[in-house]
């Protein structure tokens, strides 16, 4: 299943952290972070709660970067 | 700007203002010089326009980021000022700022500019209330089958069927170009074109999310999501050149003084130091990592407001390198429809064969008739025409103005006893015998598009090697097309499945990263447009096959675009590659001057923010494609 998720970032690095750090939270299969139309597309494993899922992305991404919102 | 942009503005000016006067007071001696007073003061502005990024330093520490470049940048700055070099060091975190903003604002920007390049969103539709008001709805509302209104200057929000009215339509906001489109009752209209004249009353066909103009901006909106091979690369470097930076930094730190205690030389530690913390000033990525991916964006979005959708940065890079490029020819070069192309052997004046042969077709809706009478042009006086008598497979006879009249092919002309001469040139040929003498015949032809030979020159120009043509049509009509347009190479009589076939065998031939294009019309070619490396649908203006398919959608029909879609992605590969090579290069080139005390905090900081404002600066070019 794939989700597209409007996200808050301001710099381009800080976009492609965000990015590995989605790609590597359990539950997401892959992600892409689309800095210039600020949305990040993730697709989730198999049977994976996406709301569940992306509380843990969030975090991640808070962890890497503090001054990032993902708007679930 | 937005607020937070305005702020950091405010702290930018200030700190400035302040950095410039103590400076000054120091220089003209007016304050004398204590080290202590000095860092105090110099403390003030530094704190002014450094206080956010010191707090993200903090929090990326506690969060185990040790390369955050919010950590890099503080420990660059608190460095120089331990170092004493206080200027440099609240110059620094200001010329830091100043980049960041820049980007944001550039950033922001651009992407303002390209969604109005993109302006087809409609934000309404008009239904028509009881009292006759209209009404303004959300257009996502409106079910398929409601007749909505469109007063002139408005947007049509939902794609459908025109039920009442006259107008006509501006469609340069979906094909870059402004050729105005007449349209009336019965006729299709889709989203995003905008009502010049008359109001019309439009039945939608499809909900508005199926509406071109909303699949459309939905595609240009992801179209960067699919990456290129640039931003995969640049991606990854950025990972590891922060670190590898990061660890030189601290090796130059410490091992050229430990050196020199062995060698028993004085260890120069705040010299080496000071180098090292230049390498922290450099190590940031950021211009390549947001010049990259914003080049991608504004060639896409370039691209679309050219009428050429281009489905993702991947193609972009693939369309560039396009080297053999296949077409198919019937509704890509030509028109696909039929027109009267010539007129032969005419024992009368031609116009009069032509006006003959189309009254005696008048009654016929046959597409050759049509063409006929398309030929003619004026007005038909059917009561002139009498007897008529449709032969099968051959045409018809008729009696007009009294006289005997056979329209149709040789083989009518044989079953007549009539010698008819026959035509040299490709096509289909109706021959014309009048009260049983042969009267010449007339070709009629599929029409080359007009732009079709300066369409094949074009891609010559725009770097493709070997233009190939397929077609499912006959080899004489084939060859005949090709030579009209300068193409070398032909394949004929093909089906859909020997398309495929043959874009293999020129996917097999290719050399290097050259790339095999294929453009179409979306029409029975979905499989070919797959298979090649960059499948290109022309005209696709409300045909969802092509939309799905393809990977370029070329908006109106003329082949002129296919060049002019190289070169746009041309044009967009290079500056990506310039800016790739000129940021590496200064950085790298910083990164050598600042290890053998060349280069000190000032250059560093010009390498960071000055690469990033010219690399973002260019990446903008990409934007531009009109002259192209």
Known sequence: ?72 | MNKKQKKVLRRILLSLALLALITALFALGVLPENRWLKLGLYLIPYLVIGYDILIKAAKGLRNAQPFDENFLMAVATVGAMALGEYLEGAAVMLFYQIGELFQSYAVGKSRRSISQLMDIRPDYANLPGEDGALRQVDPDEVPVGTVIWVQPGEKIPIDGVVAEGQSTLDTAALTGESVPRDVGEGDEVISGCINMSGLLKIRTTREFGESTASKILDMVENASSKKSRQENFISRFARIYTPVVCFSALALALLPPLVRLLLQLSADWSVWLYRALTFLVISCPCALVISIPLSFFAGIGGASSAGVLVKGSNYMEALARVRTLAFDKTGTMTQGVFEVSGVHHSAMEERQLLELAALAESYSTHPISRSLQRAWGGELDKSRVSEVQEIAGRGLTARVDGKAVAVGNDKLMASFGIAAIPCRSVGTVVHVAVDGAYAGHILITDMLKPTAKEAVAALKGAGVERAVMLTGDSRAAADETAKALGVEEVYSELLPADKVAKVEQLLAQKRGRAQVGFVGDGINDAPVLSRADVGIAMGALGSDAAIEAADVVLMDDNPLKVAKAIRIAKKCIRIVYENIIFAIGVKLLCLVLGAVGLANMWVAIFADVGVMVIAVLNAIRALRVKKL
């Open chain 1, 1 to 72: 299943m794939k989700k597209s998720y409007k996200i808050e970032v301001d710099c381009a690095n800080c976009a492609n952290k965000m990015e590995q750090a989605a790609k590597s939270t359990e539950g997401v299969k892959d992600a892409v972070v689309n800095f210039m139309t600020l949305k990040m597309n993730v697709e989730f494993e198999e049977g994976a709660d996406p709301k569940a899922v992306m509380q843990q992305v969030r975090k991640a991404c808070k962890k890497v970067e503090d001054d990032c919102e993902i708007y679930l």
